[in-house]
């Protein structure tokens, strides 16, 4: 009973310290964690059901699978948080699974039950830069102290509405957050808002911070262990792989204002 009781008593008397001396009481530290982690997941009319249910099952089974579990627990204090966002247009972003702080395997088990309780969403245009905006509001609202903050977006088009991309990209940076990319190149030139090299732009216009990487995914067999991958890389706090450093030193940039000139084509059309 004694114990029970020691909480509350210690609690009363710092509410009535506080009263008489008329100092604050205590602030509740936050819960440390090794990585706060957004997954900004895109939703947009451009992204077929196929695509949408490959990339939802992926995060499923990745918060399933023991190697992310793992590399959860091998981190210095064994936890992170993390919470899963749809976006789309510039106007729209939707948590779908609030900030939580996962620390084993039953934690990511529960995390990935409610991912897959939820049904996925849809809307209209293109705002990778809403979403980094959104991710890094999210920042500010996890209750968390983390070593390292990272956005993780996902998607299989340039921006084409909100702010120019590379603005929101570098605001996210100034402020300590590393992004990385998953852009998905699935179905290229089927549509006239595709871009052949999806994966150059996510390269150049999209990830940024530091030890920022992105993993293409190409094929739909790719999808799971892509994100498997990524999620690994980003909870170790790995450097990216060395062929894509050499690959970004080689090749000519992208067009960083790709989705905006579409845009304005087809509206002039």
Known sequence: MRGKLLGPTLALAA??????????????????????????????????????????????????SGVVQEAIRSGMLGRIA???????????????????????REAAAAFADRLAGTPTGRAFWTSVSGAIEAGARLMGMSGVTAERRVIDVSGD?????GRVVTAARDEAVAAGITINGLPILMKRGTSAWDIPDLDLYYRDCVIGGPRAFMVPVREREEFAKAIRT????????????????????????ANCLVGEMQRRRSSDN
Do not use: C
């Open 15 to 64: 509410f009535m310290l506080s009263a008489i001396t008329g100092l604050p009481s205590p602030a509740k530290a936050e819960t440390e964690v090794d990585l706060a982690l957004v997954l900004a997941v895109d939703v947009s009319y451009s992204m077929d059901p196929d695509e949408q249910r490959l990339q939802r099952e992926g995060f499923i089974e990745a918060f399933r």
């Open 82 to 104: 993390v919470v899963y966002m749809e976006w789309a247009g510039a106007a729209h972003q939707q948590v779908v699974v609030p900030w939580t702080v996962v620390d084993g």
């Open 230 to 253: 990524k999620l690994v890389m980003e909870i170790a706090g790995l450097a990216p792989p060395e062929p894509l450093i050499r690959q970004a030193q080689s090749e000519a940039r």
């Open 157 to 161: 088009g340039p921006n084409n509405q």
